[in-house]
Nanobody
């Protein structure tokens, strides 16, 4: 099976920075696009950033210029560098990945992590 595990969340003051990680493990043959999403209490889940296998990134307008997504394909790990954090960035951050599993379907399936809490508050 495949697991996605996020880490790096926590409490940070407005204007501060955090670095999130998402590590994929299991019988992985290939990972295509990976993405960061977030969900605040009472709100719908929203896309934060997507990064392709080649490293091409797309960001939500609300985080452009503040967040940077990257990945290490050799480690099956994706990162999110967050700077100039605002209270409205407070949410559970989840990672998502399209993965082909060894011994499974030859098509990419979507997997989700459990999320890591980011709280921006003074």
């Amino acid at each position: 099976q495949v697991q996605l595990v996020e880490s790096g969340g926590g409490l940070v003051q407005p204007g501060g920075s955090l670095r999130l990680s998402c590590a994929a493990s299991g019988s992985i043959l290939s990972i295509n696009a990976m993405g960061w999403y977030r969900q605040a209490p009472g709100k719908q889940r929203e896309l934060v950033a997507v990064i392709t296998r080649s490293g091409r990134t797309t960001y939500a307008d609300i985080v452009k210029g503040r967040f940077i997504a990257s990945r290490d394909n050799a480690k099956n790990t994706m990162y999110l560098e967050m700077a100039s954090l605002k209270p409205e960035d407070t949410a559970v951050y989840l990672c998502n990945a399209a993965i082909i599993v060894s011994g499974g379907s030859r098509y990419y399936n979507e997997y989700w992590g459990q999320g890591t809490q980011v709280t921006v508050s003074s």
